[in-house]
Every structure is written in structure tokens, then in C-alpha cells.
């Protein structure tokens, strides 16, 4: 998905694709995204160490588990969300290309989204702990849509670009001409070449 913008009026106006997705990583807007990502990280792991731990050590053996389980998801999925926007800022911070950046994403691939199996137990959890898990699972929606925009428009661009064939071929054309194709001609034994 990219916002597109036509230029001029005339028969050699040429058409401007804006990067939205570029646009939006390196605008205020996504500042406001890393910051809640961070603020989200942190603010779980003082849950989980304080609080979170005390009070899953009064749960009853099947909410605890369950306990352990999302709090387990929900850790991977901020670590995995953490990743992305760290390596997002560096991007915007000129230390990574975007091809660098992507490379680097793909070696950490996002969780599904999911919670445990069993409803009940989910709904007996503690209040903090579903707050975070629903905070982390919103988070996770925006930065899969923003990641898909951005490879979208990374792939767009990779299509345009010269390949080392093209480069020879410009050559070629530079040195003898424009290539014309010529119809097979058929050698005495009957065959086509």
C-alpha cells in the first residue's frame, strides 16, 4: 500500500510513489510507538518481578500454569516487538539500511497470536497481567501492519531497480544498437535454431 501522487499535467509528467510506511517510521507518530513499546516492555517486567510474582504464587495449580504460559507469550512477544522497533530507530538513525533491517528481522520471527486453550482460566488470571497481554497483542497488530506496509514497499522498490543483466544489456544496446529479434531459420536437416 503506498500513497501515490502524480506530478504535472504534461505528456512527460512522471509518476512519484510516497514510501508511507517510511514516511510514518520516520515521522512523531512512530516516536509515539517506540515509546509506548518500550513503556509496555518495562512496565511488564516490574509487573512480573513484583507484583505478578506475588500473585501467582496464591493461584490454584490450573490458573498457575495458565499464569505461566501467557506470561511466558507475552515476554517473547515484547522481546519480539522490542527487537523490531530498535532495529526500526536504527534504520531512522542511519546505522542499517532497510535491507539490512529486514535481514535482520527475519531472524526473529513473530509468535502467533494466541492465549491459552482454556477460556475459564485466561478469565482468572490476574487483571494486570490480561491488561498487559491485551496492551502487547494491540502493539503486536500496528507493528505487523507497519512491517507489512514496509516490505511492501521494499519489494516495490527491489522490482524497480537495475539488475546486473540489465546493466550489460544497456551496454550492449549502447554499443551496437537497439536489439531486434530475428525468426528461427531452419537448417538443412529440418531443425529450427
Known sequence: MSVESKAGSSEGASENTIPFGKKYTESEQFSVVFQEGMALVEATAAYLDGDGRAEAKGLESQISLAYATESMRLTTRLMQLASWLLIRRAVNDGEMTPEQAFEEQNKVKFQHLTTVAN???????????????????????????????????????????????????????????????????????????
Do not use: Q, W
Open 119 to 193: 477460556e475459564e482460566a485466561y478469565a482468572a488470571l490476574p487483571v494486570r497481567l490480561r491488561e498487559l497481554n491485551e496492551a502487547s497483542l494491540n502493539l503486536h497488530r500496528r507493528v505487523m501492519s507497519i512491517d507489512k506496509l514496509l516490505k511492501s514497499e521494499l519489494d516495490d522498490n527491489a522490482g524497480d531497480a537495475p539488475t546486473a543483466i540489465d546493466d550489460h544489456l544497456s551496454l550492449l544496446k549502447k554499443a551496437f544498437g537497439p536489439m531486434v529479434e530475428t525468426p528461427p531459420v531452419e537448417t538443412p536437416s529440418g531443425e529450427t535454431s
